[in-house]
């Protein structure tokens, strides 16, 4: 079963419009893995893109010094952490944005998660 918490925005004319909801999974996120810049812009996360992209250049010109005996591990190691943490940026960032936590549920995906928050 997974994780997701709900977050609603905080305006009170958005807070009963059932599809201003957003369902944000706990843990682990293959996409940010696998396809980070797409995965941030998709999400809309620009502070946290250019974040990810200052990190990304700072390891790389490290990696220029040092070689490529450090790049690689080191990219590698930084997606895997950036893909630990995704999801809870983008928490991070609707919370900025004004949305508030309202509940947590748990689903075997995302329909059956929002079919009980719905129901309940």
């Known amino acids: 079963m997974a994780i997701y918490t709900v977050l609603v925005p905080g305006s009170a004319e958005a807070e009963s419009d059932p ?9 682990f996120s293959w996409p940010a893995l696998f396809f980070a810049l797409p995965w941030l812009i998709f999400r809309r996360l620009w502070l946290v893109l250019a974040g990810y992209v200052v990190v990304v250049a700072v390891v790389g010109a490290i990696g220029d010094q040092l070689g490529d005996a450090f790049t690689g591990p080191a990219l590698v190691a930084l ?3 950036f893909a630990l943490e995704a999801n809870e940026l983008r928490r991070w960032t609707l919370r900025r944005r004004g949305y ?4 947590v549920v748990e689903g075997r995906g995302i329909e059956e998660a929002e079919i009980r928050y719905f129901a309940g």
């Open 100 to 103: 508030r936590l309202t509940t």
């Open 79 to 81: 997606h895997f952490l």
């Open 19 to 27: 599809m201003a909801a957003v369902f944000v999974k706990e843990g």
